[in-house]
Nanobody, 125 residues
């Protein structure tokens, strides 16, 4: 069992930055994939970024947003999402998710078993 808690969301002006954190309790991340997804009102949940360790200490990362960077510390069971040059369209609830996910399914939300409660990010002047 894995419990995930996101933090770091809030209100930021366009062009600003935020750093989201996802802290896990329970099993380690050493064999897990951890993804960030977001969901805006009236829209489907969409993939943002992912990190996998696959049993070693060298993470494999991917992101659909060039302004966002995912990183993490598997020993500390914490994953971060650094978001720069934020835009109003980045406004959404951001969720982290974890699971034993094969590479080809890492962008698919239904492939993840564990989810956090989400943290709100609002980009507005």
């Amino acid at each position: 069992q894995v419990q995930l808690v996101e933090s770091g969301g809030g209100l930021v002006q366009p062009g600003g930055s935020l750093r989201l954190s996802c802290a896990a309790s329970g099993r380690t991340f050493s064999s897990y994939t951890v993804g960030w997804f977001r969901q805006a009102p009236g829209k489907e949940r969409e993939f943002v970024a992912v990190i996998s360790w696959n049993g070693n200490n060298i993470p494999d990362t991917d992101s659909v947003k060039g302004r966002f960077t995912i990183s993490g510390d598997s020993a500390k069971k914490t994953v971060y999402l650094q978001m720069n040059s934020l835009k109003p369209e980045d406004t959404a609830v951001y969720y982290c998710a974890a699971g034993e996910v094969i590479i080809g399914l890492r962008t698919i939300s239904s492939a993840y078993r564990y989810w956090g409660q989400g943290t709100q990010v609002t980009v507005s002047s």
